[in-house]
C-alpha cells in the first residue's frame, strides 16, 4: 500500500487516535507526507529504549509501518524477549503526534502556539542565549538534565565543555536510595542473583511490573521450576506480592524496621556470618550495638508485621545462606529515611555472607576485573573518544550548603535542587536549562514548583520525541530520534562476564530529527566548542571504544551483542574459580580455600565493607551507623499515597504511545473497601484527592490489593499540556500531589505523602 | 490430522505483561480497536493477606468441536490439516453466524478487512515464517508453551502428561486446544 498523507493520517487514527488537521501541531508527523518505513536491514539487532533498562532487541520492519520487536537471542540473560513497551516501539514511530522538526514557542510558554524552524535557526538562536547567560551570570547559570544511558554522556559532556557543573539525572527521583547507600557499604552497586538465591525477601520492589527483563526472568524460573520461596512486603498487592509465597502489607515507609529486625534477630539468634563479617566487615560492634533495642516486637508495634513472623523469616532466610538474598530494591514507599532503608537492606545480606556467593549479591565481571583475573585479554576495554575537559570551577548547587550528596553526585545528583535554586537564585542565579529526554514535570515532585521553576528561567531548551508535558514549556524543542532510527556508543551489559550491545538503526529516519550525538555535537560546534570533539560521527566514537578493532566492531553490529569468555565467575564460589582457572591458562591462583576472594575490591576508604561508615560521618554528622529515626509522611486524618510501576508504561514517558495508551490510558486510585465505604466510593466514581500540594480528579477502584490507610495510583498519568492529545487529562497526576522534599544524604525526592480523598 | 497444535497457558508464570497481547498486534497487523490476544488480570480475590490475582488469557480456544465452523454458511470458518480452526478471509460475508456461536466470545469483524477474525495460532504470519506463533516467541515468563501433540517427544506432550491442566468450559463439549496450568492459590476457575 502507498502511503499518502490521507490514507496515512486514516490508518495511524484507528483505536480512537483521531487527529484532526485543523489540531495538527507544528513540527508533528502528522504535518508531513509521511512515506512507508524504510528497512536498513531484514533484521536488525539492537538496543530497546522503551525504559531504562535497555533489553537487547531484535527488529524486523513487517510492512509499511509495523516494525516486530523481539528480544536479541543471543543476549543470554535476557532471554531473547521483550515486555510490551518493547514491542511497541513502531507505535511511537509512526506517531502522528511523535515531534519530527525543530520547533519554537510563539506565545506565552505552555500557550501551546508552535512554529517550525530549521535546524540551523535552533541552533543558532540556542547557543545565542546560552552564551548570553554564561556571559552574563557564568557558565553554571545552566541546569543540563538528561535520561540516562548515552544521552546523559553526550549532554553533559556538552556541559562540561560549555563550563557548567550542574548536570542531572533522573537518578533521585527513582532509584538513588540503592545506589548512594551501596556506594557507601561497598563503593558500587552489586546485583542480586535472584536466580540461584534459595530464599528472598522482597520490599516493595515490583520487579513483574518494573520488568527488568534478566532480573525478573531469572527470578520467575527459580520460583516455578525450583521452587524457591519469595517473601514480599508491600503495601500494595503487587504482581510481584501474587507471585510471592508470603505477602505483608506492611504499613508505609516501616520496611526499615523489619529489616532491622531482622538484623537483630540474626546477631541476637547467632545466625551471622561470623567468619565472612570479620575478615571484610568494618563497623560491626557499632552495629550490633545500635540493633539491641530493634527487637522484633519494636518492629511490630510500628510496621504492623507480627514479631513471630520477622523471626520466622528471618531464620528461614539464615538457614539457605549464603544462597539468599534480601532484594535491596528499587521504589518501594519511599521515606526521608530512604538511606538508611537501603543500608538496613544491603546490611541483612552482609550478615548473611552472600556476597559473591551463587544466589547472593555479585558486582559486574566488566573487561577490566575479568582480564586481570584471566591473565589474558578476554574481551576489549571500552575506550572512549571523548578528551580531557577542565572540571567546572564553580560548586554545583546541591552542593554548596554541605557534602551530604557526595556519594549522589557521580550517578547524577539531586534533580530537584533545580527548582529551589532557580526561584530563589540560591546559592546563586540558574538562567538556563536544557533537557534531553527527561520530563521534571512528570518526574520531580511538587508539580507547580518545577513549573515555576521553568518559568522562573530565562531560556529552556528540551529535547525529546514528544511535546512532553515539561517540552511544552520550553521555548525550543529539539526533535530526538527515536531509538529506532539512531545509533549510539556501544554500552556495557557485564554481569557474571563481560557482554556488551549495540543500538543502530532499524529504519531510516522519519522527518527532520537526528540522535542526541549528532545534537550536541553540532550544537556544542555552533557554540564555539568544536576542539573538545575529535570524532565526527557515531561510527568512529563506537571504533574508538573498541581500540580502532575494526572486525569487533562489524561483529557488534551483526549480533547486536557480544559476550567474552562465558565462565560465570563470582569470586567467592570455588566451582567457578575452578572454572575458570582451567579455562584460563594464566589466570591469577586461587586463594588458599579454592576461592578468589582476596581479589574482592570495595572502593570504601579501608578498602572494607563498611556496615557502619566514618566517611558518612564526615558528609552526614550523626549518620555513620544506620539508625531507626521516626517520620511523618502525612497527617493524621490523611490516607497514604504511594504510587508504583505497571508493566505496560514507563513512568513519564510512553502514556501517549498509541498502543499502550490502548492497553492502558487511564489509572484509578485504589481504596480498602472499608475506607471506600467510610467515604461513600463505589469503583468507578469520579473522587477528588489533595492536599496542600495540589488536587487531583480521578477514578476511584476498591480493591483488597491495599491497606486501609493507604492509596495507591501508578505513575506517569494525567499530562496537562494540550500537544499530548490521548494522554491529557488521563489519569491521576501524581507528582501534583507530591511535596518537594530530599531525604538525607543520599538525596532522594519522596514519593510518599498524605492525602484527602471525597467523592467529587 | 498430521498435525495437532495446541498452546498451554502457565498461568503460575504469567504476569499480566501484556507482552503477547502487543507481540499479536505487530505481527498480525491487528488494529487497535479490537484484539485477538490479551491476559486480564482478574482480582484479587480472597481474603488478605492470602489473597490472589487470575490471569485469564482470552483468545481462541482453538476448539476440536468448533461451533464457529460448524454455523458457517459460506466455509470461511474452518479446520485445517494441522488442527487450526482459521477463517478464509475471501469467503467470508460478515453473516457474523461465528461470532454469535463462539461461547468464548473471542471472534469480531475485522475493521479493515470487514472478515470475521480471530487468533489463528499465527498460521498465515510467525507460525508459517518461523514455526512459533508471536506471542510464545515473545513471553519473557515462558508462560506459554506451543507444539503438535501428535508428537509425544514435544514440550507440549511432557507437559501436558505431568503438569495439573485443565480447560475453558469443558462442559460445552467444544474441546478447546488451548490449556490452563492453574495459579497457585484460590480454586479452578474455568469459565
Redesign the interface.
Known amino acids: 500500500m502507498k502511503l499518502d498523507r490521507r490514507t496515512f493520517l486514516k490508518s495511524a487514527s484507528?483505536?480512537?487516535?483521531y487527529c484532526a488537521l485543523s489540531q495538527v501541531v507544528p513540527g508533528t508527523l502528522a504535518t508531513l507526507y509521511a512515506s512507508p518505513l524504510e528497512p536498513v536491514g531484514q533484521e536488525v539487532m539492537s538496543i530497546c529504549e522503551m525504559c531504562s533498562t535497555r533489553c537487547p532487541i531484535s527488529a524486523r520492519v513487517?510492512?509499511d509501518r509495523?516494525?516486530?520487536?523481539?528480544?536479541n537471542i543471543h543476549a543470554a540473560p535476557y532471554?531473547g524477549?521483550?515486555?510490551?513497551r518493547?514491542?511497541?516501539g513502531?507505535s511511537l514511530l509512526y506517531d502522528p503526534e511523535r515531534l519530527v522538526k525543530p520547533i519554537k514557542r510563539m506565545g506565552e510558554r505552555g500557550e501551546g502556539k508552535w512554529k517550525e524552524i530549521s535546524w540551523e535557526e535552533a541552533y543558532s538562536e540556542i547557543a545565542d542565549k546560552l552564551l548570553a547567560i554564561k556571559k552574563k551570570y557564568g557558565p553554571e547559570a545552566v541546569a543540563f538534565s538528561s535520561k540516562g544511558g548515552s544521552q546523559d554522556r553526550e549532554l553533559f559532556y556538552m556541559a562540561r565543555a560549555f563550563g557548567s557543573p550542574n548536570v542531572f539525572t533522573h537518578i533521585s527521583t527513582c532509584p538513588g536510595g540503592p545506589y548512594v547507600a551501596a556506594a557507601s557499604m561497598f563503593g558500587g552497586l552489586p546485583k542480586c542473583d535472584f536466580g540461584n538465591a534459595r530464599y528472598i525477601v522482597n520490599f516493595g520492589h515490583s520487579m513483574?511490573?518494573g520488568?527488568e527483563?534478566w532480573e525478573?526472568?531469572a527470578m520467575?524460573?527459580n520460583q516455578?521450576d525450583k521452587g524457591t520461596k519469595l517473601v514480599a512486603f508491600d503495601p500494595r498487592?503487587s504482581?510481584l506480592?501474587?507471585?510471592a509465597d508470603?505477602?505483608?502489607?506492611i504499613k508505609p515507609g516501616t520496611d526499615i524496621a523489619v529489616a532491622l529486625a531482622m538484623s537483630h534477630v540474626m546477631i541476637r539468634d547467632d545466625l551471622v556470618d561470623l567468619d565472612f563479617v570479620t575478615k571484610y566487615v568494618e563497623g560491626y560492634e557499632s552495629f550490633v550495638k545500635e540493633t539491641e533495642n530493634y527487637t522484633p516486637e519494636w518492629a511490630e508495634q510500628i510496621s504492623g508485621v507480627s514479631a513471630a513472623d520477622i523471626v520466622r523469616i528471618t531464620h528461614e532466610l539464615a538457614f539457605h545462606a549464603p544462597h539468599a538474598l534480601v532484594d535491596y530494591g528499587h521504589r518501594s514507599t519511599y521515606t526521608p529515611e530512604e538511606f538508611e532503608f537501603r543500608r538496613a537492606l544491603f546490611a541483612v545480606n552482609i550478615l548473611l555472607g552472600n556476597i559473591e556467593r551463587e544466589g547472593g549479591l555479585f558486582f559486574s565481571q566488566k573487561a577490566k576485573e575479568y582480564n586481570g583475573l584471566a591473565g589474558e585479554k578476554v574481551a576489549p576495554e571500552l575506550g572512549t573518544a571523548d578528551m580531557q575537559v577542565p572540571a567546572p570551577i564553580t560548586q554545583r548547587i546541591d552542593m554548596v550548603a554541605d557534602k551530604q550528596y557526595t556519594l549522589l553526585v557521580p550517578y547524577g545528583g539531586v534533580y530537584q535542587s533545580i527548582l529551589d535554586t532557580a526561584i530563589k537564585s540560591d546559592p546563586y542565579p540558574l538562567k538556563g536549562w536544557v533537557i534531553t529526554r527527561s520530563n521534571p514535570l512528570q518526574t520531580v515532585t511538587d508539580r507547580a514548583k518545577v513549573e515555576k521553576a521553568i518559568r522562573s528561567m530565562d531560556f529552556v531548551v528540551a529535547c525529546d520525541v514528544y511535546i512532553t508535558e515539561t517540552a511544552a514549556l520550553a521555548d525550543i524543542i529539539l526533535p530526538e530520534s527515536t531509538y529506532l532510527e539512531r545509533d549510539e556508543s556501544i554500552y556495557d551489559y557485564s554481569l557474571k562476564f563481560p557482554a556488551y550491545a549495540i543500538r543502530q538503526p532499524v529504519v531510516k529516519t522519519i522527518g527532520d530529527t537526528k540522535p542526541c550525538w549528532q545534537i550536541w555535537r553540532e550544537l556544542a560546534i555552533k557554540m564555539g566548542l568544536g576542539e573538545y570533539y575529535k570524532w565526527n560521527d557515531m561510527s568512529e566514537y563506537q571504533l574508538a571504544q573498541l581500540g580502532g578493532d575494526k572486525e569487533e566492531l562489524a561483529q557488534l553490529k551483526e549480533k547486536g551483542w557480544l559476550q567474552y569468555g562465558e565462565v560465570p565467575l563470582l569470586l567467592r564460589e570455588k566451582k567457578m574459580v575452578a572454572d575458570f582457572t582451567k579455562k584460563f591458562s594464566g589466570a591469577r591462583t586461587p586463594d588458599a580455600d579454592g576461592t578468589y576472594a582476596s581479589a574482592m575490591k570495595f572502593r570504601t576508604p579501608n578498602g572494607k565493607i563498611a556496615l557502619s561508615s566514618s566517611f558518612v560521618e564526615t558528609i552526614a554528622p550523626g549518620r555513620e551507623v544506620i539508625r531507626y529515626r521516626d517520620v511523618k509522611m502525612k497527617k493524621e486524618e490523611e490516607l497514604f499515597f504511594i504510587q508504583g510501576k505497571v508493566?505496560?508504561h514507563t513512568n513519564g514517558a510512553t502514556h501517549n504511545i498509541?498502543?499502550l495508551h490502548?492497553?492502558m490510558s487511564d489509572c484509578s486510585l485504589w481504596i480498602h473497601p472499608e475506607t471506600a465505604e467510610k467515604l461513600g466510593i463505589k469503583t468507578g466514581d469520579t473522587i477528588r484527592i489533595h492536599n496542600k500540594i495540589g488536587s487531583e480528579e480521578g477514578k476511584a477502584l476498591v480493591?483488597?490489593?491495599i491497606r486501609p490507610d493507604t492509596v495507591f495510583a501508578y505513575m506517569g498519568f494525567g499530562s496537562k499540556n494540550k500537544e499530548l492529545k490521548r494522554a491529557n487529562n488521563r489519569g491521576i497526576h501524581c507528582g501534583n500531589l507530591l511535596p518537594d522534599v530530599t531525604a538525607p544524604v543520599c538525596g532522594m525526592n519522596l514519593h510518599t505523602t498524605g492525602v484527602t480523598v471525597e467523592k467529587a | 490430522m498430521q498435525t495437532n497444535y495446541v498452546m498451554i497457558h502457565?498461568e503460575?508464570?504469567c504476569?499480566?505483561?501484556?507482552?503477547c497481547?502487543?507481540?499479536c498486534?505487530?505481527?498480525n497487523?491487528v488494529?487497535?480497536?479490537v484484539f485477538r490476544l490479551q491476559v486480564q488480570?482478574e482480582?484479587?480475590h480472597?481474603?488478605?493477606?492470602h489473597?490472589?490475582?487470575r490471569y485469564h488469557r482470552v483468545s481462541c480456544q482453538q476448539c476440536e468441536n468448533s461451533p464457529c465452523v460448524s454455523v458457517c454458511p459460506t466455509g470461511a470458518s474452518y479446520v485445517g490439516d494441522d488442527g487450526i480452526v482459521s477463517v478464509k478471509q475471501k469467503l467470508c460475508v460478515g453473516c457474523q453466524y461465528c461470532l454469535a456461536a463462539c461461547p468464548y466470545k473471542v471472534r469480531f469483524i475485522h475493521?479493515e478487512t470487514k472478515a470475521a477474525d480471530k487468533c489463528n495460532f499465527c498460521k498465515d504470519s510467525?507460525l508459517e515464517r518461523e514455526g512459533i506463533p508471536?506471542c510464545v516467541?515473545?513471553?519473557?515468563?515462558?508462560a506459554l508453551i506451543f507444539g503438535d501433540l501428535n508428537d509425544p517427544d514435544s514440550e507440549v506432550a511432557k507437559v501436558l502428561n505431568t503438569a495439573i491442566t485443565h480447560k475453558n468450559n469443558p462442559h460445552l463439549g467444544t474441546k478447546p486446544r488451548l490449556y490452563r496450568i492453574p495459579?497457585k492459590r484460590g480454586g479452578i476457575h474455568n469459565g
Open positions: 484507528a483505536g480512537g487516535v513487517v510492512d509495523n516494525v516486530s520487536i523481539n528480544g532471554g524477549k521483550v515486555c510490551a518493547g514491542g511497541s513502531h513483574y511490573e520488568i527483563m525478573a526472568q520467575m524460573k516455578v498487592f504482581i506480592a501474587d507471585k508470603e505477602w505483608y502489607p508493566a505496560v498509541p498502543m490502548n492497553l480493591t483488597l490489593g | 502457565d503460575r508464570r504476569t499480566g505483561c501484556q507482552s497481547s502487543i507481540a498486534r505487530s505481527e497487523k488494529p487497535l480497536t488480570i482480582g484479587p480472597g481474603a488478605i493477606p489473597l490472589h490475582y475493521p510467525r508471536a516467541d515473545i513471553c519473557p515468563m515462558n495459579t
